[in-house]
């Protein structure tokens, strides 16, 4: 157990170096401040980690990450970084991506009880009830299995865009724009699911927000 976590501290002081020799105000210019044009919201899972699908630098990506990648709206760590995002770092895109093989949803697909996790599983649950006629057609399990997760996934763009905040920027003319994407564990590659929003005209009358 030690002997693991030195080789963190070992890790951090070559991480350093590296940087550092190949720009030596690397550190310097990421203490001035950040400007990332993206906000990830992605699952807490391990093997997935936001800037290096994308090939991104740090600085570049605000990150949000949850048990299968949801925008739960009591959520109040989520509301924080998304307001964080889009009314002071005014970034111009966020993504939400799943994963397949998510153990959330595969977990939410099923009756067994895995811990406190119940409770914010169910909020999955819910979706699965909304598509279930879909959903039963598909015989195959795993088959079933990748297109819940990329149900779970368009279903939390739209919950961004029903948010007081998102709409909020696009009425004061901001640019913003929504996105579905899915990770491939086996692959590497993610999977545009063609839900890019950027307005609320997709959106049912009823979560149109006129007041603000």
């Known amino acids: 157990m030690r002997k693991f976590y030195e080789q963190l501290l070992e890790n951090n002081k070559e991480w350093v170096e590296k940087s550092l020799a190949l720009d030596p105000n690397f550190f310097a210019d990421l203490a001035k401040g950040q400007t990332p044009p993206l906000l990830w919201i992605g699952c807490s899972d391990s093997r997935v980690p936001a800037n290096e699908i994308i090939g991104a630098k740090p600085g570049e990506v605000f990150v949000h990450r949850n048990i299968a990648n949801m925008v739960v709206h009591s959520d109040m760590?989520?509301?924080?970084?998304?307001?964080?995002?889009?009314?002071?770092?005014?970034?111009?895109?966020?993504?939400?991506?799943?994963?397949?093989?998510?153990?959330?949803?595969?977990?939410?697909?099923?009756?067994?009880?895995?811990?406190?996790?119940?409770?914010?599983?169910?909020?999955?649950?819910?979706?699965?009830?909304?598509?279930?006629?879909?959903?039963?057609?598909?015989?195959?399990?795993?088959?079933?299995?990748?297109?819940?997760?990329?149900?779970?996934?368009?279903?939390q763009v739209y919950n961004l865009a029903k948010t007081s905040i998102v709409q909020g920027a696009w009425k004061n003319g901001q640019d913003l724009m929504l996105h579905g994407w899915v990770y491939g564990l086996n692959s590497g590659f993610v999977t545009d699911l063609n839900v890019n929003i950027a307005s609320n005209d997709e959106l049912d009358e009823v979560y149109q927000l006129s007041n603000l």
Do not use: P, Q
Request: one cysteine or more; hydrophobic letters at 40%; charged letters at 25%.
């Open 77 to 155: 760590n989520m509301l924080s970084v998304l307001d964080y995002a889009v009314n002071v770092l005014k970034v111009k895109h966020v993504i939400v991506c799943g994963h397949y093989g998510c153990g959330g949803v595969k977990a939410a697909m099923g009756n067994m009880s895995v811990g406190i996790i119940d409770n914010w599983i169910r909020h999955i649950k819910d979706e699965y009830r909304l598509h279930d006629k879909y959903l039963n057609s598909i015989e195959d399990e795993t088959e079933r299995f990748n297109a819940f997760v990329e149900i779970n996934a368009k279903e």
